[in-house]
Each structure stands twice: as structure tokens, then as C-alpha cells.
């Protein structure tokens, strides 16, 4: 699956040594690392990407200040392994986590009404412990480590905390939000504080504040979110604009096009998918005005990227909501 940030994989890589080499130096300034991930997003769910539809301007200021990089591919089209390739450096085949942890395998995939003849195999169901992930190898070299958001690389004892990151706000075994985007939500690792409060704003909250708390040290922020994954969710005023500006554009009599197995998307013109994807863009500037704020954005790395593709495929019905 194309990726339109980074080839993500070799960036790890490269990155580790880069910012260990840093730290041999005594009189060299280690740089910030701000590592945005969001799950499922589409390569032109971006208005920087070419979307008329979907507005994200504070991803578009990543995108304009920086670097886009157009050619580059994620570990694997679903998230777990795409994620463990992240943190290791690995490829899928080599980690062995080759589908989403907790996909069905063998036979058992029969349950979902597949009839290939060819079935999943087993995979590993979480990241190895033996692996020296990116966080451990920033940690080392001096830098104070954070997690928010989605995870989906194992159960306890294997959560962020086991893989160098010093402080885990929300991540843990699940790889969609349960309860969905507005508290209460089910999270072991991220208690509901305010009734209806919007969940990728709280993990945005949750990386500023670590960052206002460690402006003085060089630290590594992970803020993974668990948009645009569905169940696709929204608030009425975000979905209003948006119905509004499907309206504007013209909706298209014919929305969707039969694929090999199932109708793909041919428009862009779902209002709460829509409203979904600007909730992650206002999250996206609430962390890089403290960036701003603090006087740390010139010294700090800010990757945007996402695990895998979008869903083309339907948009999740069932789950469609707004609040």
C-alpha cells in the first residue's frame, strides 16, 4: 500500500543512527523527535494530497514547510505489522506479525464468508521483546520517551512501557477506539475525565503537556491516533459544514463502482468521515502550537505519516455516527 510520507522502514532506521550519532557528541544539540501516526488514512484524505473535500490545514503546514515524500511505501496494507515495522526497523516477514493481532488464521478465516484457497497463516501476536525498538534506542541516547494513542502491538507485557517508552498514555491490545471518540470510552490506559470529551483531542492534550513538561530535554513523542479507524464518528456541527460542502460540489448520482469483491468509493462527499478527519487536523495544531509556544519548532523533527491506506471499500455503515 503506497504511503505518501515516508518509507517508513528505512526512516527508522536511519533516524536511530542519526540521532545516536547525536548523542556521541557532547557539544551537538540532539534534536526533538514528533512522530504523528494516524491509522487508515487514505492517500488524498488530505487537502495537501489533493482532497477538495476533507479540510486538514495544519497537516497541510507539515506538508508546506517541510518535505513530502511521495514515493515511499508502509510496511504492510493493515496496521499491526505496518506499526511493528515502525517501532523495530523490520520488515513483516522478519518481525513475523503479518496481519492485524487478532485476525482470524487457517480455517477459522472461513468465518468471515472467504472461500480463497489459499488461507492466512499464523503470525506472531506480539512485538518481540528482543527487538531494540526506536524509543529504546532514543532513550539511550538521552532522550525522554512518550506514547499516546493506538498501539495494537500486543497484550500487557507488551505494551509500550515493555518497548522503551517511559510514559503510555492510551495504548494498549485494541486497535480501534472502543466505546468509540467520545467519553466514556474503554481504555485501561487513559481514564475518561470529562463526559463527551473527544478522544483524539485528549491524546493531542496529552503529548502538549508532555512536551510543555520536558521543553528542557531533547524527548521523543509518539502520538498515534486512533483516526480515521473506524467507527467513523463526528459532531453535528462538523457534519453540517460538511454536508453543506458536498452539497456545494455536487454529489455525485453515482458514488461507488463495482470492484472484484466489493463496491469501491469513486467520491469524496461523506460528511462524518469528513468530520472525522478534521478533528485529527485541530488535534494535529493543538501539538504544534505548544511546539511554537515553547520556542521548540525549530529544533524538533515532526513526522506525519500513516500506518497503511485508507478504506475505499464502504465506509464502515454500521458504525456511522455523530454526536
Known amino acids: 500500500m503506497k504511503n505518501h510520507v515516508v518509507n517508513l522502514i528505512l526512516y527508522s532506521l536511519c533516524l536511530q543512527l542519526f540521532l545516536i550519532s547525536c548523542a556521541e557528541k557532547e557539544d551537538a544539540v540532539k534534536p526533538n523527535v514528533l512522530f504523528i501516526l494516524a491509522d487508515d488514512l487514505g492517500y488524498h484524505d488530505l487537502s495537501c ?6 479540510e486538514t490545514p495544519n497537516i497541510d503546514k507539515i506538508a508546506n514547510e517541510g518535505f513530502v515524500f511521495t514515493n515511499g511505501y508502509a510496511g504492510c496494507q493493515v496496521c499491526s505489522p505496518s506499526r511493528a515495522s515502525i517501532m523495530s526497523g523490520r520488515s513483516p516477514a522478519r518481525h513475523g506479525i503479518t496481519d492485524w493481532i487478532g485476525a482470524a488464521t487457517g480455517e477459522a478465516w472461513r468465518s468471515s464468508g472467504r472461500q480463497n484457497k489459499l488461507l492466512p497463516p499464523e503470525y506472531a501476536d506480539h512485538l518481540p521483546l528482543a527487538y531494540v525498538t526506536l524509543p529504546e534506542a532514543l532513550k539511550e541516547g ?20 515493555d518497548h522503551g517508552f517511559e510514559i503510555n498514555k492510551g495504548g494498549w491490545d485494541k486497535g480501534s477506539p472502543i466505546g468509540g471518540y467520545y467519553s466514556p470510552w474503554e481504555n485501561p490506559n487513559l481514564e475518561n475525565l470529562v463526559p463527551g470529551e473527544n478522544l483524539t483531542m485528549r491524546l493531542a492534550k496529552e503529548t502538549s503537556g508532555f512536551i510543555r513538561e520536558n521543553a528542557g530535554a531533547p524527548f521523543f513523542a509518539f502520538l498515534s491516533f486512533y483516526a480515521v479507524h473506524g467507527p467513523i464518528q463526528t459532531t453535528q456541527e462538523k457534519w453540517k459544514k460538511y454536508r453543506d460542502k458536498a452539497e456545494m460540489l455536487g454529489i455525485a448520482e453515482k458514488g461507488f463502482e463495482m470492484g472484484h469483491f466489493l463496491p469501491i468509493r469513486q467520491v469524496q462527499d461523506n460528511p462524518i468521515y469528513a ?11 493543538v ?13 524538533t523533527i515532526v513526522i506525519f505519516t500513516s500506518d497503511n491506506g485508507g478504506v475505499a471499500a464502504g465506509d ?8
Do not use: C, I
Open 49 to 54: 494530497m489533493g482532497s477538495r473535500y476533507y
Open 142 to 161: 538521552g532522550y525522554k520517551t512518550f506514547f499516546a494513542g493506538k498501539w495494537h502491538l500486543g497484550k500487557e507485557g507488551s505494551w509500550p512501557t
Open 275 to 285: 468530520g472525522l478527519v478534521e478533528s485529527m487536523d485541530d488535534a494535529v495544531g
Open 287 to 299: 501539538v504544534l502550537d505548544a511546539l511554537d509556544e515553547l520556542g521548540l519548532a525549530e529544533n
Open 316 to 323: 464502515a455503515l454500521p458504525h456511522q455516527t455523530f454526536l
